[in-house]
């Protein structure tokens, strides 16, 4: 007796690219400029490994730590981190997590998961403003380099 299987081909998702991570880095340069903050941005791929980085050179250097750990945070998480926020309050529902992991988780808004036909493919961060600034910078260039 023979049993017929169907085979379901998956659908390749193009992984982020060197020249998506140099697009998403002056998209996020210029709309840095654009609201006169001076920051470092990060662009990580799927695995969580750093594509491209950029600090400007008045930027605080921390800027470059926060903005790799936005980044990676808002990868792990799948979620933009202005959304996270409230989840790590004290009250919070994940309020354990910012030191559960060994890996560094940064609940500050600034870092935004990237996606390509619905698949997480890597994340975009920036520090070096206030948070909503940061916010605003990665969605800009995420809108401007057409990765949204």
């Known amino acids: ?7 379901t081909p998956t659908s ?7 020249r998506d991570a140099e697009r998403l880095i002056d998209a996020a ?7 006169g903050v001076r920051g470092s941005v990060s662009v990580l791929d799927a695995g969580g490994h750093l594509l491209g980085f950029r600090r400007d050179d008045a930027a605080v250097l921390i800027s470059g730590e926060t903005s790799t750990r936005k980044a990676y945070t808002a990868l792990q998480l799948d979620a933009p981190t202005a959304d996270l926020v409230e ?3 004290p009250d919070g529902l994940f309020h354990t997590l910012p030191t559960a992991l060994d890996r560094p988780l940064l609940f500050l808004a600034g870092g935004v998961p990237l996606h390509r036909d619905g ?9 070096g403003g206030a948070p909503e600034q940061d916010h ?7 809108a401007e380099a057409d990765l949204a």
Do not use: H
């Open 136 to 142: 605003r910078i990665v969605t800009e260039a995420i």
């Open 87 to 89: 989840l790590v309050r």
């Open 29 to 35: 340069v210029r709309a840095a400029e654009g609201t």
């Open 119 to 127: 698949r997480l493919i890597g994340a975009l961060g920036f520090g």
């Open 1 to 7: 007796m023979s049993t017929t299987t169907s085979v």
């Open 12 to 18: 390749t998702v193009r992984p982020l690219t060197t």
